[in-house]
């Protein structure tokens, strides 16, 4: 079984490679020092 990782408010987020909508890829690294909002959402 895996485990989940688990991110607590305030707390450094992991660095996520995201798809972009372009094709190309989204890593959080390179946003460090910006403010985010993530929002995650499924169609099911």
């Given amino acids: 079984m895996e485990t989940a990782n688990v991110v607590t408010a305030g707390s450094p987020l992991p660095d996520l490679v995201l798809p972009r909508l372009d094709g190309g890829e989204l890593r959080l690294a390179d946003l460090r020092g910006t403010k985010l909002l993530l929002f995650f959402w ?3």
């Fill in 42 to 44: 499924g169609s099911w």
